[in-house]
Nanobody, 124 residues
C-alpha cells in the first residue's frame, strides 16, 4: 500500500490544522493506521492511531484531548485534526500502516508503509 500525507503548514499557537493521509493499493480491513511525528533533534514518536475495522483509537499523552484521529474507509483516508496547537507540536508528521493491530502500536518496526511526511510549524 502507498501512503500520501498532506495538510501541513504554518499555524500560530492555539491554532488548528487537519492532516490527511490517502492510501492507495490493497488495504487490509484488519490494519491499523497511525500518525507519527519527528520533532527537531528528536526521534520519531507515535502520535495517534486508529483501526480500519472498528472505532478503536489510541493517542499519545502529549496530544490526548487536543488531537483527533478519524477515518473514511471508502475514501481510504485517515485524518488527524489538531487543535490548540503548541510550539512543541512543530514536527514532520508521517502516516503509517501496520497490517494488523497490536498493543505495541508505538513500535515503528511494526509499520510496513510510510507516507512522505508533512511539515507542521507552530509559531507566532
Amino acid at each position: 500500500v502507498q501512503l500520501q500525507a498532506f495538510g501541513g503548514g504554518l499555524v500560530q499557537p492555539g491554532g488548528y490544522l487537519r492532516l490527511s493521509c490517502v492510501a492507495s493499493g490493497r488495504t487490509s480491513s484488519n490494519g491499523f493506521m497511525a500518525w507519527f511525528r519527528q520533532r527537531p533533534g528528536k526521534e520519531r514518536e507515535f502520535v495517534a492511531g486508529i483501526r480500519w475495522n472498528g472505532a478503536r483509537t489510541v493517542y499519545a499523552d502529549s496530544v490526548n484531548g487536543r488531537f483527533t484521529i478519524s477515518k473514511d474507509f471508502v475514501k481510504k483516508t485517515v485524518y488527524l485534526q489538531m487543535r490548540n496547537l503548541r510550539p512543541e507540536d512543530t514536527a514532520v508528521y508521517y502516516c503509517a500502516r501496520d497490517p494488523a493491530f497490536s498493543v505495541a502500536y508505538y513500535d515503528l518496526g511494526r509499520y510496513d508503509s510510510w507516507g512522505q511526511g508533512t511539515l507542521v510549524t507552530v509559531s507566532s
